[in-house]
Structure formats: structure tokens, C-alpha cells
């Protein structure tokens, strides 16, 4: 069975510009959730997707930060503008029963 | 909110020996999950253990058991026999078992360095 698949899984950027994640679920899992993991700390939830649907964004910070999944199977992450305080490790994880989770992206904003 | 609290930044077990984590973590709910989770240095982060809140027994995989006590909220970790394999970062994590809002409240981890 192939696991969560996130792309790239590398990313430096400058404040103030725009970046984008991609995550690809095991295939059946109508759960998604993006985490955002800052060095030495625990991954915090930004949003949940039951198939296309948003279940809960109330972490994401929605004046620069969007996600979507619009045919309830990959989704999307975007920061725009990124700041500096957005340099993180952005997981990806899928459930049906268990939740799996992808190798991350790790964002460098300078 | 639920909050889940891990005491211990670091800790270190001898290669062979046991070494237990601890993690408290506070609800008002009566029926949730809990797990630990094992993240080694890869970053690629794996299920180790899962605890059903309305189980009284403790979960038991291989060398990994809990000892989950619903009423202090404490839900430790003991890992048997340490291999070098275990080194990584431990995070205890909350799911509600409710219908909606099934997201994971995550705790700070406990970094886990197993000596030769």
C-alpha cells in the first residue's frame, strides 16, 4: 500500500512571497489533515478534510494561509505572503482508521 | 480545549534496559483516543500504540505497553528492552471519538536517546 506522498519536500523562500504544498492521501482515506510542526515542538492541526469538505480550520490563519481539496482526494497547502515565523515542517496525514502520515515539507522563509 | 502535556524534554535508557514516558493530558470528555507516536530523525512520523479510552486493559504492541490511568489522565509509555532502532522523538496525542472534530491534540514530545 503506497503512504502519503508530499511534495517537495524542500522549500526556501523570502518573506513575503508565496508557496505551495501537495499532498496525495492513501487512496480511501476520506480524512485529511495538515500540521504544522516548528523545530522542537509537536505538530499543530491547521485544518481537516472529510473528502472535500472542511471539518475544522479554526488553527489555520486564514488572512495568509489556504487550503483546499477540491476533488476530495489531493490537497493543496499555500502561504501568501509567507513570514518569517511560517519556517516550519508542514505535515500531511491521512486516516480511515489509523492516521498515516507523510514524510513533511520543510519550509525555510529568510 | 484538551491539552496534553509531556513532562520530560529528553531522556536516555541504556541498550536493553526499560525506560517509561510520561504524558498527562486533560479532557472533559468521557470517550476519546490516545496514542503515541515515533518520530526519528527522517521526520517521517508512525503510529506506535493506541489506546481506546473505554478499555480498562492497557494496550500492548511487542516491547511497547501503556499504563493508562482515566482518572489522573496519565498515559505513559514503557518501551522494553531498548533497541538503538528507538532513538527518536515521542509525542503522546488526544483524538475525540466524537462524530465531528476528530482532529489530534498533539504534546510537546520527549526526545528519546538510547545509549550502546
Known amino acids: 500500500e503506497a503512504g502519503v506522498a508530499q511534495s517537495p519536500r524542500y522549500k526556501i523562500i523570502e518573506k513575503r512571497q508565496s508557496v505551495a504544498f501537495w499532498c496525495n492521501p492513501i487512496?480511501?482515506?476520506?480524512?485529511l489533515y495538515w500540521y504544522q510542526q516548528i523545530l522542537g515542538q509537536g505538530p499543530k492541526l491547521l485544518i481537516q478534510f472529510q473528502n472535500n469538505g472542511v471539518v475544522d480550520d479554526s488553527q489555520l490563519p486564514k488572512d495568509r494561509f489556504s487550503a483546499e481539496r477540491l476533488k476530495g482526494v489531493d490537497s493543496t497547502l499555500k502561504i501568501q505572503p509567507a513570514k518569517l515565523e511560517d519556517s516550519a515542517v508542514y505535515l500531511c496525514a491521512s486516516r480511515s482508521n489509523e492516521q498515516f502520515f507523510g514524510p513533511g515539507t520543510r519550509l525555510t522563509v529568510l | 480545549a484538551q491539552t496534553v502535556t509531556q513532562s520530560q524534554p529528553e531522556m536516555s535508557v541504556q541498550e536493553a534496559e526499560t525506560v517509561t514516558l510520561s504524558c498527562t493530558y486533560d479532557t472533559s470528555e468521557s470517550d476519546y483516543y490516545l496514542f503515541w507516536y515515533k518520530q526519528p530523525p527522517s521526520r517521517q512520523m508512525i503510529l506506535v500504540i493506541r489506546q481506546e479510552a473505554y478499555k480498562q486493559q492497557n494496550a500492548t504492541e511487542n516491547r511497547f505497553s501503556v499504563n493508562f490511568q482515566k482518572a489522573a489522565k496519565s498515559f505513559s509509555l514503557k518501551i522494553s528492552d531498548s533497541q538503538l532502532g528507538d532513538a527518536a522523538m515521542y509525542f503522546c496525542a488526544y483524538r475525540s471519538a466524537g462524530v465531528y472534530g476528530q482532529n489530534f491534540v498533539f504534546g510537546p514530545g520527549t526526545r528519546l536517546s538510547v545509549l550502546p
Open positions: 487512496s480511501g482515506h476520506a480524512t
